[in-house]
C-alpha cells in the first residue's frame, strides 16, 4: 500500500498537484516511516525500501527534512542486498546525493552521483544518465567550479532532449543562470532563468518554478529592475506557501530582503535576512560558499545603512519569525514581527 502511495507521489511531485500531494505524504509521513523500517527486516523488503526511500527523497527535499532523508537513504543504501548495480540502486544514490548536497555535506554527494552515472551508462539509460550529469552539475556549482559546472550541464541537456525531459531542461536552464549570476552576468542570467521559467509554465512544476522566479528576482533586483523582480518575488512567495517548500522559502526570503534594500527599507531587509538564516539553519541547509560571499557583503550593506547594532536587531527580529510568518511578513500580510 505505501510503496504504491510513494511511487504515486513521486510522479505527482513533478506536476501541478504538487501541493496536494506534499500535504498527503506529510499526513502518511509517520506510516511510510513505519514501512521503511519494516523493509529493513522484512524477507525481500530491500529492493523495496530501496525504491520506497528514492521515491520519498523530493517530499523530504521540498521539506527540509535533509538530516532525516539521508539517513534513511543510507540505510536502505548499505544493506548486503541492495550494494547491487541496480536501476533502483542507482536512483536511490542521486538522490542521496542530492540531501548530501543541500545538506553542505560537497564530500560525499560527489561519489553517491558518480556511482549513479556509472550504473545508468552500464544500464544504457539515458533519462538517469542525465539525472546524473545534472547531480554533478550542481556539485560543482557549489564548490564554484564552473567550468566543470557548465561542462556536466550541457551534457545533462544533450541526454534531456534525446529523452524528452521538458523539466530535465529547466534544471539546467536553472543552473547555467545560476553560473551567470555568480559571475556578475546579469543579462546572461536573466535570460536563463526566463528560459527556464518558460519551460516550467508548460510542464507545471510549482516547486522549481518558485526557485527559479526567486533567483530570477535576485538578478533583476541586481540589474536595477525592481518592477520586474516585485512581480517575481510575489509569484515566488505565492508558491512557497501554497507548497510549504521551505528551501524555496529561504531563497524567496533572500531575493525579498534584496528587493527590500534596493527599495531603500534596509530594516524590512535584514528581518527578511534573519528569516531565511533562521530557516536555513532549521533545516540544517547553509548557504553554498558563493552564497555565503555574497551573503556577507549584503551584511555589510545593511550596517553601512542602518549601523551595525541596528542592524543586528533587525536580523534577530526576523530570526524568531517562523515559517508560516516569515512568508507572511515577506508578502507584506500585517506587521509579522514586532517593531515592524
Known amino acids: 500500500m505505501f510503496a504504491a502511495l510513494a511511487a504515486e507521489a513521486e510522479t505527482g511531485l513533478t506536476g501541478a498537484a504538487q501541493a496536494k500531494w506534499l500535504t498527503r505524504l506529510e499526513t502518511e509521513h509517520g506510516n511510510l516511516l513505519a514501512a521503511l523500517e519494516w523493509c529493513g527486516s522484512a524477507p525481500g523488503g530491500t529492493l523495496v525500501g530501496l525504491e520506497l526511500a528514492a521515491e520519498l527523497s523530493r517530499f523530504w527535499s521540498a521539506r527540509g527534512y535533509y538530516e532525516l532523508g539521508s539517513r534513511m537513504l ?29 545538506r553542505g555535506d560537497y564530500a560525499s554527494a560527489r561519489p553517491f552521483i558518480e556511482e549513479s552515472l556509472a550504473i545508468h551508462r552500464a544500464a544504457g539509460d539515458a533519462r ?45 536552464f536553472h543552473n547555467l543562470g545560476y553560473v551567470a549570476l555568480r559571475q556578475g552576468d546579469l543579462a546572461r542570467a536573466r535570460e536563463a532563468y526566463r528560459a527556464g521559467l518558460a519551460v516550467l509554465r508548460q510542464v507545471n512544476d510549482p516547486e522549481l518554478l518558485a ?21 517575481a518575488v510575489r509569484e515566488a512567495l505565492g508558491l512557497v506557501r501554497e507548497l510549504g517548500a521551505r528551501r524555496e522559502g529561504a531563497y524567496a526570503l533572500d531575493a525579498a530582503a534584496e528587493l527590500a ?19 536555513r539553519e532549521a533545516m540544517g541547509s547553509p548557504l553554498t560558499p558563493a552564497e555565503a560571499e555574497e551573503r556577507s557583503e549584503f551584511v555589510g550593506r545593511l550596517n553601512g545603512a542602518l549601523g551595525e547594532a541596528a542592524a543586528a536587531g533587525q536580523v534577530a527580529v526576523g530570526r524568531e519569525l517562523a515559517f508560516d510568518a516569515a512568508m507572511a511578513y515577506a508578502q507584506g500580510e500585517g506587521a509579522g514581527a514586532a517593531g515592524a
Open 211 to 231: 526557485l527559479t522566479l526567486a533567483d530570477l528576482a535576485v538578478a533583476e533586483v541586481r540589474g536595477g529592475d525592481t518592477a520586474a523582480a516585485q512581480g
Open 128 to 172: 538517469g544518465e542525465a539525472r546524473a550529469l545534472a547531480g554533478l552539475a550542481t556539485v560543482a556549482l557549489y564548490q564554484r567550479d564552473f567550468p566543470a559546472a557548465i561542462l556536466h550541464n550541457e551534457a545533462s541537456v544533450e541526454l534531456y532532449r534525446k529523452v524528452g525531459s521538458p523539466r530535465g531542461e529547466a534544471g539546467a
Open 74 to 102: 543510507l540505510a536502505a543504501l548499505e544493506r548486503d542486498t541492495a550494494r547491487a548495480p541496480t536501476g533502483a540502486r542507482a536512483k536511490a544514490l542521486v538522490r542521496a546525493g542530492g540531501l548530501a548536497l543541500y
Open 261 to 279: 534594500l534596493a527599495l531603500a527599507d534596509a530594516a524590512r531587509a535584514a528581518r527578511l535576512v534573519g528569516a531565511a538564516d533562521a530557516l
